[in-house]
């Protein structure tokens, strides 16, 4: 019971996509031109609105997973999958949303500090030297290579420092999302 009433206050949390309510509130509409988080709100709003967005959608994650901490501490990687995936298929919002960055960095602040901060430490010492040495050959933008190397780091400390379930569980719903942004068609659920 303490399971499923997790599950569903963290799906309804991450279903509060802080880009479409921002973009509403001004009277617009981001869905069908960007995606709803941080980086869309950033082209299509500015700097400002953008850390806006990214704070409030980080702030469900630790919220998600502060609630699993008084409910049921067993469960907060039950909280950081849920609200990963009310995140990026949110049921207010005909289940178009963001990627899950922002809430899962929010919910491993909670669940794993120390694992998020080594893993996050890590990919941004990997971003500049992976654009003055392999960016140009690669191809690919720095942020998928910093990742590449971060998420097995982090794996590896969430052994040490905990917080390998929420590691788990919030990388899976990203990676899903992921892949059906990129087989979706222009202009359904990709800007």
Known sequence: MLALLVAALSYLLGSLVTGVLYARARGDDILGRDLPGGSGTFRQFGRNAAILVTAGDILKGVLAVALAHVLAPELTWLATLAV???????????????????????????????????????????????RAT?????????????????????????????????????????????VHLLAAPAGRDRP
């Open 134 to 178: 392999l960016q140009r050959r690669l191809k690919l933008n720095a942020v998928p290579f910093a990742a590449a190397v971060a998420v097995p780091a982090g794996l590896l400390l969430s052994l040490r420092y905990g917080g390998l379930g929420d590691l788990l569980a919030g990388s899976a719903v990203m990676a899903l999302r992921a």
């Open 84 to 130: 990963v995936l009310g995140h990026c298929y949110p049921v207010f919002f005909r289940f178009r949303g963001g990627g899950g960055i922002a809430p899962f960095l929010g919910a491993l602040l909670v669940a794993a500090p120390l694992t998020l901060l080594g893993a996050l430490a890590l990919g941004l010492a990997v971003i500049p030297l992976y």
